[in-house]
């Protein structure tokens, strides 16, 4: 069974810095891609941040130069560092991974999701 567990969400002001975490753990062989979306109120999901294997990452144009995101394929973490947050990035934020679990292929896998609420 594979999990993927997200911390360090909460209250910040506008303007301030959150970093956010997500751990996979379980029967796992490989991780591909690990990402970053969000669910602002009243929209649907979105794409934030996806980081490679290799270190390489894409970020949405909405939080480029704010976010960065980056891992530790040792530690199977993902990282989101949110600076200079706003009011509209207010909105849950799911992991997301594709994992080679033994027995299988690559499949996909969420979190349960980080509340980060931004105060203006």
């Known amino acids: 069974q594979v999990q993927l567990v997200e911390s360090g969400g909460g209250l910040v002001q506008s303007g301030g810095s959150l970093r956010l975490s997500c751990a996979a753990s379980g029967s796992i062989i490989a991780i591909n891609d690990m990402a970053w979306y969000r669910q602002r109120p009243g929209k649907q999901r979105e794409f934030v941040a996806r980081?490679?294997?290799?270190?390489?990452?894409n970020l949405a144009e909405s939080v480029k130069g704010r976010f960065t995101a980056s891992r530790d394929n040792a530690e199977k973490t993902v990282y989101l560092q949110m600076n200079r947050l706003e009011s509209e990035d207010t909105a849950i934020y799911y992991c997301?991974?594709?994992?080679?679990?033994?027995?299988?292929?690559?499949?996909?896998?969420w979190g349960q999701g980080t509340q980060v609420t931004v105060s203006s």
């Open positions: 980081v490679q294997h290799s270190g390489t990452t």
């Open positions: 997301n991974a594709n994992i080679r679990q033994l027995g299988h292929g690559y499949q996909n896998y």
